[in-house]
């Protein structure tokens, strides 16, 4: 009958404390939130279907999609500007700064069928880049360390 109680008194505890936990907020809850929250600073085109992450606070980022099934990934901890474009169906856009702090300008066309751009890094070469893709079928990798 003991053991029957502390089973008891433990279910009880679990869930009036996990009830409780759900709620909590404190100061840091809106900056967390912020965090995680996808910020476009200008408004992104979709003309048909098409995916966007972003996740880049204080960035200013254009994305025009025109076709089906075009995607852009965008991971940063700097400022940039970003002005993308993407005619034609299934392209993909991919650019990650996860250590680099400096803002950066980005133009990229992406004009063709399944191309793939992707971005990893950043560094002084890569300040101010272009980038037109006008072909089908090819993927640009550029890695800066």
């Known amino acids: 009958m003991r053991n029957l109680t502390h089973i008891v008194l433990f279910f009880i505890m679990f869930f009036c404390f996990n009830a409780y936990s759900q709620s909590l907020t404190d ?20 003309s048909t279907t098409g995916k966007v992450y972003q996740k880049s606070i204080g960035s200013d ?12 990934y965008l991971i940063s901890n700097s400022k940039n500007k970003q002005v993308i474009k993407q005619i034609g169906d299934s392209n993909n ?14 133009n990229t066309l992406q ?14 070469l890569a ?6 893709q006008k072909t089908n079928n090819k993927t640009l990798i550029i890695k800066n360390y």
């Open 127 to 132: 300040k101010n880049i272009s980038i037109v």
């Open 93 to 106: 856009y991919e650019y990650y700064t996860y250590y680099n702090s400096n803002p950066t300008e980005v």
């Open 27 to 46: 100061e840091n809850s809106k900056l967390i939130t912020t965090y995680f929250q996808v910020q476009t600073n200008t408004p992104v085109n979709h």
């Open 111 to 124: 004009y063709g069928d399944n191309n793939d751009i992707q971005i990893f890094g950043q560094n002084e």
């Open 61 to 72: 980022v254009t994305i025009e999609q025109t076709g089906n099934y075009n995607d852009s």
